[in-house]
């Protein structure tokens, strides 16, 4: 269903992976000493089963796992997530259009899987990330826009003609107020052309800079990301 497609979809931002010790009592010895992964045989760690029983069993036996989020989408899903994605993007851009009272231009590129420490790689040097958490899902996500992009559609929101402007200079405060509305109704839009039984909710987070300082579990932790090309104007 596309309820599981978009848990599916956003899981892999969650909060930090969890470490699990079995099901285990505290793995304190009487003494007081902890019983470490991979320890002597003599020491023993009560173990609880699931159908009730108890046993105790031999630290050494007893490992330390890490538990992840991890996208898991099928050829068929990803296919049919870019589908609406795609489709769900033109009409962004046509909806963005109307408010700007000028043409916006905005077609999906690519859908990929990619590491966070790759993202950071491939998109280097001081960028304008917008945070956002999509209640009622744990993720948190980034809409990064293109500093070019984000200038010229400032621009125009400030009454000017929406042509490129210099992209080497900083963003002033009026102007990332500016793209924050747009992202919030590019955010708003998307989530609301998903159908689920609690409607979705965006909330805006912040900024980031740097792509590696995206709250995740660690940089190499998977997600999907969407890779849209807008044009108005020049740019």
Known sequence: SEVRLFRDMTSPMGGAP????????????????DAPEGGSPEETIRVHHPDGAQEDVPASVIHTFTVGKQAALSSTEVHRF?????TLIRSLGARLSMFLRTELMMELASLEVIDLGKYATQFPGDRHMILFKIQPFEAIGALDIAKPLSLTIADRMLGGKGFAVNPDRTIREVET??????????????????KFEEPLRVTMLGHESDPSHIPAAGLDEDFYHLSIEGQIGDC
Do not use: Y
Not at 18 to 33: H, N, Q, V, Y
Not at 82 to 86: D, P, V, Y
Not at 177 to 190: P, T
């Open 18 to 33: 969890k470490t699990l010790l079995s099901f285990a009592d505290d793995p304190m010895d009487e003494e007081g000493m």
């Open 82 to 86: 870019k589908q609406h994605n795609a």
């Open 177 to 194: 107020a500016m793209v924050d509305q747009i992202g919030q109704i590019a955010l708003r839009e998307w989530a609301n052309f998903w």
